[in-house]
């Protein structure tokens, strides 16, 4: 009898915390849902609404949850849209459009609502566990820094769920603001960095159910490496978050894979944008050269004249020879590039050789001339 009273105590207790919550927020969740349908075309327009009318970040980010989970209806019919290379604005404009969306157009709208009333978000992908079987699809949640401290988010899980094949709206709030501990039992992010845990857990004892925080594994300082992480560039962010996934884990996961080849995509891409931006600067560069050395063919064509000094006839080839530098060390770095898929240097390469030599010849003509002329 005595458990019994314990119990039940315990989830009277359970059942006020999360009663309290809830009326915390409800004149926030009043508000935020009286939002004139016309400033609710974009997120630029909602996170307006909400900046104007919310001051706290807990505030804010409740807002913003709760005008998702509302107004955006789970898809069935997109269940299988996967665009690996569509970025986040494509994700919420879709959504916004349709008022549908599946879980990576509920977390892209949540992610792009936190951002823009300026609270640090991370729109995260990976494994669930439902039944108590990791599930064979993907899924995408959000992550944000509330009051100093991580929180994990499931606007999909919380608007409602699917029965016979149909969604059913029911907004809940089971997955708002969960702390990360408690969040691992059912999520577990790809990328180790996004479980927001000091001893993180392994995708093994996710699988089997083993999520307890168990300190006496290597200490992981996520504070600091989320830091180092934001002042990296893309480039960076992706390849050091291809490592952590690739190390997280040696079980076998198609999800992972793919994964893996979407970073993998993403860096090709970046690698390629690189090599052309190089490409194009040397092309820039070559027309600058040969502008100036045109510029001193017509020079001594009109018999040098008017008259320049030597040191300005020099710094004609000097510009010359600096723009020629620059095109061929871009060309080495193409060369040397990474991407799968390299520029065809030889064209551009075969123009600034020629245009050196001639510089060459022309140079020693001049000086040629100037002897002769002394």
């Not at 019919?77 to 990576?104: M, P, W, Y």
């Not at 490409?279 to 017509?298: G, H, M, P, Q, R």
Request: charged residues 25%.
């Amino acid at each position: 009898m005595k458990a019994i009273i314990i119990l039940l105590s315990f989830f009277f207790l359970v059942n006020k915390t999360i009663a309290q919550e809830e009326s915390k927020y409800q004149s926030v969740d009043k508000i935020i849902l009286s939002i004139p349908v016309s400033q609710t075309s974009t997120t630029d327009d909602i996170a307006a609404f909400i900046k104007i009318h919310f001051q706290t970040d807990a505030q804010k980010i409740r807002a913003a949850y709760t005008w998702v989970t509302t107004n955006i209806k789970y898809d069935t019919d997109s269940v299988h849209r996967v665009i690996l290379d569509e970025d986040k604005n494509e994700k919420v404009t879709f959504a916004l459009r349709r008022r549908k969306g599946i879980c990576e157009n509920f977390a892209a709208i949540f992610y792009d609502l936190c951002k823009k009333s300026g609270i640090q978000s991370y729109a995260i992908e990976g494994y669930t566990k439902q039944n108590g079987f990791v599930d064979r699809t993907a899924h995408v949640w959000c992550g944000a820094l509330v009051d100093h401290k991580w929180y994990l988010f499931d606007p999909t899980w919380d608007a409602g769920f699917i029965n016979r094949g149909a969604f059913v709206s029911s907004t809940t709030t089971n997955y708002f603001e969960l702390d990360p501990e408690d969040f691992i039992q059912t999520h577990m992010p790809y990328d180790p960095l996004f479980q927001f845990l000091n001893y993180p857990v392994s995708y093994e004892e996710f699988s089997k159910g083993a999520t307890k925080i168990n300190s006496k594994k290597p200490f992981f300082n996520f504070e600091d490496s989320l830091v180092a992480y934001e002042n990296m560039d893309h480039l960076s962010q992706y390849l050091t978050s291809f490592q952590r996934i690739k190390e997280a884990t040696n079980a076998a996961s198609v999800m992972r894979d793919t994964k893996l080849k979407q970073l993998k995509l993403e860096t090709e891409i970046i690698y390629q944008d690189r090599d052309m931006a190089l490409y194009d600067s040397s092309v820039d560069n070559y027309n600058n050269a040969i502008k100036i050395f045109n510029t001193f063919l017509n020079y001594r064509n009109n018999q040098f004249k008017p008259a320049k000094t030597n040191e300005e006839v020099s710094a004609m080839f000097d510009r010359i020879s600096k723009f020629i530098e620059s095109a061929n060390l871009n060309i080495k770095e193409i060369k040397s590039s990474k991407a799968v898929l390299t520029l065809d240097t030889g064209d551009i390469q075969k123009k600034l050789t020629d245009l050196s030599a001639k510089m060459k010849e022309q140079k020693d003509y001049l000086k040629t001339y100037l002897s002769s002329t002394k």
